[in-house]
């Protein structure tokens, strides 16, 4: 797989204040605007798979971290509870969800605005580009 073909899947915190505020992205269907910190807390480098899943709202995407970046990830929720979880595939946004609780188990579950269909589409992509870091990774 060529980099340049790579889906990159990176999640910003939402900003709590004006000065902390290094950009202002909007959601592609709702056209919710969510002011984000500028560094990504999770990265394509931070989780080891991802998944469809069926939970009772409907299919979503569920993101799988490694141990560190889980234990990592762990801290973050606890520490920003109640700001919205926002994710940017390969620069635009495309999901968010609120941090309603302590994210203690290394998964991560967001809805995309999107149909069924493009979510199929982006999680095989998704799938193929974190195979294809994690092979590189291994070398």
Known sequence: MKVSDYLRARFILESSS????????TLPISLVQI?????AVLSEFDYYSIDIAE????KCLAF???PAAAREFYQISVANQGKRLVLVLNGEAVAARRIDEPIA??????FLEADDERLAEVANQLQKT?????????R
Do not use: W, Y
């Open 18 to 25: 004006q000065s902390d505020m290094s950009a202002l992205v």
């Open 35 to 39: 002011p984000v910190e500028g560094d």
């Open 55 to 58: 939970v009772a709202l409907g």
């Open 64 to 66: 799988t971290l490694k």
């Open 105 to 110: 188990d290394g998964r991560v579950f967001i």
């Open 130 to 138: 974190n195979f294809d870091i994690q092979k590189k990774l291994s």
